[in-house]
């Protein structure tokens, strides 16, 4: 199990690799191609853009995983109060689903 844990890791790493180098491509590409300046220009906006991009990753990264930190507190905290009290509900539902049956079950006898 730790095997297929740490393949799905890996593979989770390979995908926001792949997801980067993505982002970088596409803002030294566009930044390329919009330049009309010297080589030295060229590589300036490149890098600017790889830069700018790596930044609006990483931020990007940082908000989702902030948002499913606070999801999950939120969650927690509010569902806290009804985790103790579930079993209690869950045994009076059931209790009501088998009352209901028997009576569904006498009453097909009856007929």
């Known amino acids: 199990e730790d095997g297929d844990n740490n393949y799905k890791?890996?593979?989770?790493?390979?995908?926001?690799?792949?997801?980067?180098?993505?982002?970088?491509?596409?803002?030294?590409?566009?930044?390329?191609?919009?330049?009309?300046g010297g080589l030295a220009s060229s590589f300036e906006s490149q890098t600017r853009a790889a830069m700018g991009a790596l930044v609006q990753f990483v931020?990007?990264?940082?908000?989702?995983?902030?948002?499913?930190?606070?999801?999950?507190?939120?969650?927690?905290?509010?569902?806290?109060?009804?985790?103790?009290?579930?079993?209690?509900?869950l045994r009076q539902e059931f209790e009501k689903k088998l009352v209901e049956l028997e009576e569904e079950g006498k009453a097909r006898q009856q007929k």
């Open 59 to 89: 931020t990007d990264a940082w908000r989702r995983d902030l948002i499913s930190l606070i999801v999950g507190k939120f969650n927690s905290f509010c569902l806290l109060s009804f985790h103790s009290e579930f079993g209690v509900f």
């Open 9 to 36: 890791l890996s593979r989770t790493q390979d995908m926001e690799d792949d997801e980067m180098l993505s982002i970088l491509l596409r803002a030294a590409t566009v930044a390329a191609s919009s330049n009309k």
